[in-house]
């Protein structure tokens, strides 16, 4: 990364006169657009800028080189899975072939549509699922589409009174998010002082109008819900079906499935677990899978395998409806059936079992530095409740060193942050997810660096309360970007 | 171990003894037996490279390119190669949302560029970064004007929209509580008496309009927005983007919600996604607006930076009380159409235009001098247009496909009528060689 700061934008760069395209010379002169009622045009000029063709690329690669990526170095970011993403799969995403119309018909698009049914077919038998739609866009787009599964699975049967969600009170914010648009009402469960969900605090929950519960397992703290078994069997008894929020599904491949752990719906980030790159936030894309006995209610369109090597698009009456334009975000579910032909069965579960090696060997070689709140083995991911007290971290001391110090002088020893404050329960939340693709080595510096920052921290906490001092830009003025809001170059 | 994983025998031995177990499966201790898998997945085994290469572009050869003459919410335009060539750095493309600022400057500023952009081009004050395409966009305005009303939640949406913008919007309404109630047509245009009728009912959060509409036809809204304020009712025009340059923008019509799809300015038409919705608004909604801000601010050294902002409306702060469950900043899909419109700047936005209009237009007369189209709307469009076939339509569709030719997409609830589309990127020779042979095709 370039430690000198860009800043420019597109629009100071705009001379009057210049282009950066170049297209043919009409041929159809006859034809003018201002023949259009003038009522119907636009009136007023546009901002966009008039820059050359290098103009363009220097300004957004000078804009890159202020940016940090996966490939640029360590982002142990936790539950978002920073995983290596493998440039395989950017070529082949791009082939030509791939590039057709939506509305193509079925039998000229008999390639993408095999695509599709094969990744769907990895991705059931990975979940010990049945079927999965890849039509959903992201992972709350799947957490969305898979409630309104469960609501639709209960319309079905006349059950209309089902309008409450389980949610525990570690969950990502997307769940409750989710369940509010899909039109549910949030019931919280408490966790136990273990960090799992407080089973004895579940059981008076359950009734009549509950549709179903939502998890994540591991939960946000890393943890394995071992009481899983109990929980399923008491959320069915009662009639509501399980959720598995699949953002941390990535230490379970090939271990322990979600059909197997008691679940009936469930999403995949493609772009968590199966390698697809994040694109500074998007796009995404989150497959939904269902258990025997619910593929009918799946958005249309599906793709259905006709048994004789051709493939239909097919619309079931009882389906939900339409959550996408057409199947999803294609180009990333090539780039994900890359990823899993390349890993293949024998390293699918590798994959997940050395995710949860390197978590363990992080959380055992920092925690005589760093508050573990929660002492059992973890799996692909930890929660660290900031620094001990004896390195400046007594969180009752309003002048203590917080998380977001820590956090900021990572950056300055170019690593890539935690997740802070985040899950809720504890107060200085720092949470790590090194995933599987990172060395030993790259380990072992991240851990000298948070010890030496722990060190700091002791010795110098004004260091770390002005960081980062080594990065393009300095810490930022939040408040002020709320206060004095600009969104666009026209407000600045 | 596969090229994905860096470890040794020997660094996963010193591993496990730091962390005081024996072996990787016994990471998994506390998992009970009963749930565990026994055995392999039931997949392939891992392959190589050139394996994979090798199967993946045999599927890709299994789908059949066609001449496209097709649009309905996905359009074949011309992509500078400088576009996916800057959006394809890593340093962008292996980033996550921007949360550490100083770190990420380089994906919040093409943000903000993407936000202005957006915005002027939509005519609004604002514009987010966060929706999936143009039908999930579409769906979270009607939830936005619900959102933004008081104890109101029937939004109204004009037949003449997309019908897969339609099909999304009827999901999310079913779900969320919305009372979605379909505004009538008349002459392939929405009918404008029958959408003051129901304005004047003073109980509409919102009203959902398009353009161009379905058949490709440029609608008139003169006077709506006043109708719609006058009566409490915010308006939410869903455009083609790439029409933006030219035709009347939403704020030039009065509206308080601009969304649709941005696929039109230089994302390929890759099977359908990813693309990238827009959902732009005026000042006084911008806390009703769901996903991600990014605003300008200052650092710690006073220069102007960039930073995600306006975050307490977010899943992430707000949980089930936040404006929607949107947690993706569709960053990628961002900077393309920053590259892209930089690249074409107003000239080239207006001769993309200019040049679909006129071999769309070209097209339309070269398809009724056949003899085998007729007129089914006498109404002005762009770059679009809706003819009837005189016979079996989805039999000529079908029959130009087997000659390599994609043309329109059949019209919902219209017999034997296709809705085709043109871009800058069809030639003469393309649409002579096409029409030539639809004359030699019985009807």
């Known amino acids: 990364m370039n430690r000198t700061y860009y800043g420019k934008l597109i629009f100071e760069l705009s001379r009057p006169g210049r282009v950066g395209y170049s297209l043919p010379k009409c041929e159809f002169e006859a034809y003018k657009l201002e023949s259009l009622d003038g009522t119907l045009l636009r009136q007023t000029a546009t901002l966009l800028p008039e820059v050359d063709e290098l103009t363009v690329v220097r300004h957004y690669t000078n804009m890159s080189n202020n940016n940090f990526g996966v490939d640029t170095g360590f982002y142990p970011l936790g539950s978002c899975t920073m995983k290596y993403n493998p440039k395989l799969n950017e070529e082949l995403c791009q082939l030509p072939g791939f590039n057709q119309h939506p509305i193509t018909p079925a039998r000229y698009a008999q390639g993408s549509l095999k695509l599709y049914d094969e990744v769907q077919k990895t991705l059931a038998e990975i979940a010990g699922l049945s079927r999965f739609t890849l039509n959903p866009y992201a992972g709350a787009h799947g957490e969305l589409t898979g409630l309104m599964v469960i609501r639709q699975y209960h319309i079905s049967r006349g059950d209309t009174k089902r309008i409450k969600i389980i949610v525990p009170d570690s969950a990502h914010g997307t769940n409750p998010a989710s369940a509010a648009v899909c039109g549910l009402q949030i019931v919280e469960v408490k966790s136990t002082a273990d960090g799992t969900v407080d089973v004895e605090d579940l059981r008076p929950l359950l009734g009549p109008d509950i549709a179903g519960m939502m998890m994540t397992n591991p939960n946000t703290l890393g943890l394995f819900e071992t009481k899983i078994p109990e929980i399923a069997r008491l959320v069915h008894e009662c009639g509501g079906l399980m959720y598995y929020d699949g953002a941390n599904l990535n230490p379970m491949l090939g271990v322990c499935r979600p059909g197997d752990m008691g679940f009936d719906v469930m999403h995949i980030n493609l772009h968590k677990t199966f390698s697809t790159p994040h694109g500074g936030g998007g796009p995404g894309s989150g497959p939904v899978g269902v258990r025997q006995g619910l593929e009918q209610f799946l958005p249309n369109p599906q793709v259905i395998n006709n048994g004789d090597g051709t493939y239909r698009l097919q619309c079931d009456e009882n389906s939900l409806g339409y959550i996408s334009f057409f199947l999803g975000n294609f180009g990333i579910i090539i780039r994900a059936y890359a990823y899993l032909l390349s890993l293949g069965k024998e390293n699918i579960p590798m994959a997940g ?8 060997y992080i959380k055992e070689s920092l925690r005589s530095h760093y508050k573990l709140p929660i002492d059992v083995e973890c799996k692909h991911e930890f929660v660290f409740d900031g620094l001990r007290e004896e390195y400046g971290g007594d969180h009752h001391d309003p002048e203590h060193v917080t998380t977001l110090d820590v956090a900021k002088r990572l950056l300055d020893y170019g690593f890539h942050a935690p997740t802070i404050y985040f899950p809720l329960l504890f107060h200085e939340a720092m949470m790590i997810e090194p995933t599987e693709t990172e060395s030993k080595e790259t380990l072992d510096d991240f851990i000298a660096v948070m010890k030496r920052i722990a060190e700091e921290a002791k010795a110098d906490p004004a260091l ?29 | 171990m596969y090229k994905y994983f860096p470890h040794t025998a020997d660094d996963i031995q010193q591993m496990l003894d730091v962390i005081g177990v024996r072996s990787l499966d016994e990471l998994y201790a506390e998992i009970p037996e009963e749930i565990k898998l026994h055995g392999e997945l039931n997949l392939p085994a891992e392959k190589s490279e050139e394996e994979v290469r090798h199967i993946i572009h045999d599927l890709a050869a299994q789908n059949k390119p066609l001449v496209c003459f097709a649009g309905a919410g996905s359009y074949d335009h011309y992509t500078p190669s400088v576009v996916p060539y800057l959006a394809g750095r890593s340093e962008f493309s292996t980033s996550y949302t921007p949360y550490q600022a100083e770190i990420s400057q380089g994906t919040l500023q093409y943000i903000f560029e993407y936000q202005t952009l957006m915005a ?3 005519g609004m004050d604002i514009s987010n970064a966060s929706m999936y395409d143009g039908s999930t966009a579409t769906a979270e305005a009607m939830m936005m004007c619900v959102g933004a009303a008081k104890r109101r939640n029937r939004v109204l949406i004009s037949s003449t929209i997309q019908p897969a913008v339609m099909a999304v919007c009827r999901t999310y309404a079913k779900f969320h509580g919305v009372e979605l109630v379909e505004v009538a047509e008349k002459d392939g245009v929405m009918d404008k008496e029958a959408a003051r009728l129901l304005i004047e009912e003073d109980n509409a959060a919102g009203l959902i309009v398009c353009q161009p509409n379905r058949y490709g036809i440029i609608e008139d809204f003169t006077g709506l927005a006043d109708l719609c304020h006058e009566h409490k009712t915010l308006l939410a025009i869903n455009t083609v983007a790439s029409a933006l340059a030219v035709l009347k923008s939403p704020g030039e ?18 099977y359908g996604g990813p693309y990238i919705g827009y959902l732009c608004t005026k000042e006084a909604l911008v806390r009703k607006m769901p996903g991600r801000l990014v605003g300008a601010t200052t650092d710690a050294d006073n220069r102007r930076t960039f930073v995600l902002t306006m975050q307490a409306r977010e899943q992430h702060i707000r949980r089930e009380k936040a404006t929607s469950n949107i947690c993706t900043a569709q960053g990628f899909m961002c900077l393309y159409v920053a590259c892209y419109l930089s690249l074409m700047g107003p000239k080239g936005m207006r001769e993309v235009n200019e040049q679909s209009y006129a071999s769309a237009h070209y097209l339309h007369d070269a398809l009724l001098e ?17 003819l009837r076939v005189k016979g079996d339509a989805k039999a000529l569709r079908e029959a130009l496909a087997d000659k390599g030719y994609l043309l329109g997409v059949p019209t919902l609830f219209k017999e034997d009528c296709l809705t085709i589309a043109s871009t800058e990127r069809r030639t003469k020779k393309e649409i002579t060689d096409m029409v030539e042979l639809i004359k030699t095709i019985a009807l």
């Open chain 1, 353 to 360: 079992k050395l995710s949860v090696l390197n978590a363990n």
């Open chain 1, 464 to 492: 770390l309360k002005s960081a980062p001092h080594d990065t393009p830009v300095r810490r930022m003025d939040d408040v002020k970007a709320v206060k004095e809001p600009k969104f666009t170059y026209k407000a600045l």
């Open chain 2, 120 to 122: 002027d081009l939509t």
């Open chain 2, 253 to 270: 019509w009065g509206a308080d919600i601009a969304c649709g799809d941005a696929q039109s300015l230089g994302i390929p038409m890759g």
């Open chain 2, 370 to 386: 056949t003899g085998k189209f007729e007129e089914v709307f006498d109404a002005p469009f762009l770059n679009e247009f809706t």
